[in-house]
Structure formats: C-alpha cells, structure tokens
C-alpha cells in the first residue's frame, strides 16, 4: 500500500531538528572527555533520560531503589534524572549533547540514528503489542480498523505509535489520505476522546487502562501480531565509549529492576506507581503486558530491522540505518547480561 507524502510530512520537523541539534551536541557533550582509562570511566556524572510510563518501569524501580546511586557511590559519580514525555522529546535533549543514556521506542531511536546522531542501542527496555493500541470512544459505533476511514485519529508523531498507525491501515486496506492525522501530545488524548475532537487515538500505556477504567475509551485493536512494540536503551556512543563502568552499572540496575517486578509484582507497583501516575493495581495489571528483560535477542534485531526498512521504504526517514552496527551487546556482556 503506496502511504501518502503527508506521512512524511509528519516526520520531518521532529528529524529535521534532531538533525539540526546533532551538530552542537556535539560540542556541547561534556560528560566524558577524557578516554576511559584503567578505571573504565572519566565522566563525574552520568544523565538519565526517562519517561513516566509503565513500559519503562524497571528504571523506576531501580531509581526509588537507589541501586544506580549506590554502585556509583564509590566514584565520586553523580546521577542526574530528567523526565521526558514522549521519545521524540528524548531525542531532542541527546541531540542537544544534554543526556548520556535514555529509554524510548523504535521508531524515534531510528529517526535520531538516520538523523546522524553518534548513539547505541546497548539494550532492551522491555516489548510489549498489547501495551500499544488504537483506541475509541466507549460508546464509538466503529468497530473495526476499515471504519476508521473519514475520521480524526490522533497519535504523537515520530513515536512508536506512529508506526502502529499505518501498518493498521494498511492491514485495512486503507491508505493515510482515508483519515486526518491530528498530531496531538499523549496526555492531551483524553480531553479529545471526551470531547469527540477525535475519533481515535493511537496510544500506549498507561493510558490504555486508564481510559477503559474510567470509561472513557475502548481498544479498537492492539498490536498483538502486527508490531512487537519494541523499547531500547540507547546512549550516547561517546558516553558509553568512554564510560564502560558507569554503563554497566545502569544496565545491572535496570536488570534488577526488571526482576524485582517479574519476582515482586505487587511490591514493584506500589514502590513507583506515584511516579508513573497510577493506582498500584492499574499498574500491576499493566505489568503483564510487558516483557522487561533487557538483553538483546536475534527477534529484536530482527523487529528492528523490520521497523527501519519499513520506514525507509515510506521515506519517514532519509537515511538508512545499520540496525547490526546500531546495536551493541558489548555493555550487556559487561554487566553479565547474557
């Protein structure tokens, strides 16, 4: 199915200014100078990038832990944490030479890599289809992804959601000239479902169960056999380069994090469900639509790659990406992740 310029359109502030960026961060990228050395690292502090969603939620965990804190103790290394709402956000903020490592979907991890910045996907965040989803209004009468042609359908451009988006339609048989894309935040959905300002939106947890337990929305369909829904952790490649040490410390905490849910689910829940903005029941009900081991599988490399050449293929982005030199397993070798 031949997807129309607009699509692209759609895409091309969000890489255009990554690639803009790419240039000073460059020069505005101090955390490592120096080469790494014996010590295996020479930044005194590392920059997180997270976003307050369940789909990254070992990172919280290990943040409320102080696990990171804890093994840099000892380094004169210090943490800092900021918090980013959608990954197109992200990009912008390591694009500008502002983070080191950070948690986003496929989609935006691909279109900073083709944008030409110096990044590595050094591991998993976590997969999860059921986590992505199309959903209507509660009392929508549309009831399959054919009907959506004609409508509004919201979804936060340059997002993994946005890929979501058109293998839909295309499954459907119907082309992004059927509907009217509105660009909207992920926060602002709900007022627009509310209002009928749209008719669909195109979404991730947490606010799938939210609008279903408020009855506010339904899931028209998830990703279940359409898109894996993969999330990474990618890094600054100058960073990791010469921060090995630091590196592997984050990713050991990150594993922690991930299997103190799987063994704790409940406990996990209640210890960050303030930062993620839900009851612990909400969120340990999302847990199950998650898989948060972070090592990287040959299905991943493959998804990805499927990812990328989809968007090459429909020009949302410009330049191809080596998804085999992108990825890179050597810090979770490092950390004992195998």
Request: glycine share 8%; charged share 25%; net charge neutral.
């Amino acid at each position: 199915m031949n997807v129309s310029k607009r699509i692209a359109a759609l895409l091309v502030l969000s890489v255009a200014l990554v690639a803009a960026l790419g240039g000073c961060g460059k020069k505005d990228d101090t955390s490592g100078a120096p080469a790494a050395g014996d010590k295996g690292y020479s930044a005194t502090e590392i920059r997180l990038a997270i976003q307050p969603f369940p789909l990254y939620s070992p990172i919280y965990v290990a943040k409320n832990k102080g696990w990171i804190e804890e093994g840099l103790k000892d380094l004169g290394v210090t943490v800092k944490w900021t918090s980013f709402n959608s990954g197109p956000l992200v990009n912008e903020s390591f694009a500008a030479g502002q983070q080191d490592i950070g948690v986003l979907g496929d989609v935006p991890a691909i279109i900073a890599k083709s944008a030409g910045q110096d990044l590595k996907i050094i591991a998993n965040a976590a997969y999860g289809p059921k986590a992505l989803a199309f959903v209507v209004p509660k009392d929508s009468a549309i009831t399959k992804p054919e009907e959506l042609k004609g409508k509004k359908v919201a979804v936060v451009k340059g997002s993994y959601a946005h890929h979501l988006l058109i293998l839909v339609l295309n499954k459907a048989g119907l082309g992004i000239n059927d509907i009217t894309v509105v660009n909207l935040a992920a926060g602002d959905m709900q007022n627009a479902l509310v209002t009928k300002a749209i008719d669909a939106a195109v979404t991730w947890e947490p606010f799938i169960t939210k609008y279903d337990d408020a009855g506010i929305a339904k899931v028209l369909v998830d990703g279940t056999g359409i898109k894996r829904a993969n999330l990474v952790i990618y890094a600054s490649n100058k960073f990791v380069t010469q921060n090995p040490k630091l590196t592997e410390i984050y990713l050991d905490a990150y594993k922690k994090g991930y299997e103190y849910i799987k063994s704790n689910p409940k406990e996990a829940a209640e210890l960050i469900a303030k930062d993620i903005g839900l009851e612990a029941e909400q969120l340990a009900r999302i847990f199950s639509k998650f898989d948060y081991n972070p090592l990287i599988q040959d299905v991943d490399v493959a998804e990805l790659k499927v990812v990328e050449k989809f968007m090459r293929d429909e020009k949302l982005i410009e330049n191809a990406v080596d998804i085999d030199k992108y990825v890179d397993k050597t810090y979770l070798n490092g950390a004992g992740i195998k």
